[in-house]
């Protein structure tokens, strides 16, 4: 480990779970925390709810399919709902940079308040502080969400079973290539958008047919690569994923190809992978394909105990690819 | 009002209060937030607390007394605890610059841990993003604090009456006072340290005797001179200060002499302004001075029906001189 703060150390891969695991975690642990899961769970007397914080950071604040605005609200949001929550109440911390355009931040303050209203999430308290000029990046923007729990029991690794199987709710990797491709100003004919939004619905969808699935992430800094990872390292399982049944837009397909990036790293910010009992599958698809933003759910995968600790990709010439915890200079930096 | 951000917009004073009022209040608002109170309370089915954000930057992150670790904590556990509750629940966001010294962030997570143990209060979730060199200042924090309900009724600006005295637990602008020093290298033979601590004894003794306070509120950006005219802001009251009832340390005294600034807007990190029924004074500054941290504790005067709308300062003279919401270069950018 280097003795300073690099940008792979925010990558979500190994240098991230390395600066995690090996520094902050030790320092801040007690019996509530619940590594590697994004939110802690609390109950204590008449105090039972699930909380999250977030902190977005992103450049550029616009982009196809969003802005910061709408990703500070379903970021934080997606955190409580794949933890089994349904997100209530949010708090909104921002930190301007001097000469930051306020029509800017309004435009966003727009989104914010768009996005929670889609998500029925109440932004309830806030904290503004202004940084000088070159010590910022326009405008920075934590959210923290409280929400209450809307599965029973909740999703936990701990009950996760071998032969699960692995639901991913759309495609894969449109809102890191959206971000990319307006970062870089890439010229690309295609309309390729961020997928960033709550799942409200999908989870809505979920709990209205009664399914209670066992463990549920949003692949967002690593993508599906460092989701499925994180799994696999919590639990005594592995995972195999079936190259052939993940969805890829054509057109972020091509820029991946382009750019050279495996999209299986690539962050998505409005998707969830869900892990359910295998007789609970099809009921889930039908449930999510009931929802515009999971018509393309998809099986893509099973939870495999002989692969323990391994994360496999079936490919469609029928080899099997290791699939690592992705890091440094593999990860494009994004969100 | 400007079209970017300016600093100002960030002092805690009245460009800040026009900032959040004209700009960021209208967009988010909703039944439940309540400006200019820091804090929200939440009162929905068995979900019965109170919830606050801040985010925390400030140069130098280590200075005597305190670093931004300790900052981090005590200052939102106060927003809570001046708004009457127990803080029981933090989250921790960081915000790392590139080239950041982990040997700093370990010694700053060192802080933020005990801290919490002081403050009683657990870090349970936590969220790490990087930026590149130059986006950001070593590190920023923010935490967001779950509390629950601590006094009954609640402090709130609409219990505040006529003829209330109003208690400071402590001197005032330390803090404030120590950073600057640290800031701009002076050298000062005095040993001024900043005041920076959770509230949680203070409070603790209130309740232990009983006390119910009107309203309570910290004053941190903007000092003394901002949380007074936040209140009667907020109501048709008006407040008088007693010069000579304010507590300042000499070497205090002399730095602001020194540099020429009003130790009422400069910040408290663990000081809280009271606000008790005249018949509660005496009991409340009994139970005060049991307490180290509040050994200093003074009635520093009263709030006033006549002076409806106004702070007032009584002064040594005998003159009485109004205290504006402080404003623009008056206010150095401390916290």
């Known amino acids: 480990m280097t003795d300073t703060v690099t940008i792979q150390h925010g990558n979500g891969g190994r240098e991230m779970h390395d600066l995690i695991h090996a520094c902050i ?46 990703l500070a609200v379903s970021g934080t949001a997606n955190d409580i709902l794949v933890a089994g929550g349904k997100p209530c109440y949010m708090s909104l911390a921002l930190i301007l940079e001097e000469g930051f355009a306020l029509a800017d931040l309004r435009r966003i303050l727009q989104s914010v308040r768009e996005e929670a209203d889609r998500a029925g999430v109440l932004v ?86 009664g399914v209670v699935p066992h463990f549920m992430t949003d692949p967002t800094r690593g993508g599906v690569a460092a989701a499925c990872n994180e799994i696999v390292e919590a639990t005594d399982l592995g995972i195999v994923l079936l190259q052939d049944k993940l969805v890829i837009q054509p057109q972020v397909d091509v820029v991946c190809e382009l750019l050279g990036l495996d999209p299986l790293v690539i962050p998505s910010e409005g998707r969830a992978i869900l892990i359910v009992a295998a007789e609970d599958a099809d009921k889930t698809l039908t449930a999510l394909r009931d929802v515009a933003m999971a018509r393309d759910a998809a099986i893509i995968g099973r939870v495999s105990k002989k692969q323990a600790k391994r994360v496999i990709l079936e490919t469609t010439a029928g080899t099997h690819v290791r699939v690592p915890m992705p890091y440094g200079v593999n990860l494009p930096r994004i969100c």
């Open 25 to 70: 975690a030790p320092a801040i642990a007690n019996a509530h925390t619940r590594f590697p899961l994004d939110s802690a769970q609390i109950h204590s007397g008449n105090l039972r709810c699930l909380f999250t914080t977030d902190s977005h950071v992103i450049d550029p604040l616009f982009f196809p399919g969003g802005d910061i605005g709408k």
């Open 124 to 209: 309830v308290t806030g904290y503004t502080k202004v940084v000088e000029k070159g010590k910022g990046d326009k405008v920075y923007i934590n959210t923290a969400c409280l929400g209450t729990p809307m599965f029973d029991p909740l999703p936990h690794f701990n009950r996760i079973a071998d032969s699960d199987r692995i639901i991913m709710t759309g495609s894969i990797a449109d809102h890191g290539v959206a971000v990319m491709i307006q970062r870089e100003g890439l010229t690309v004919e295609a309309d390729i958008r961020s997928d960033a939004a709550a799942l409200s619905p999908v989870m809505d969808a979920l709990s209205a047919q």
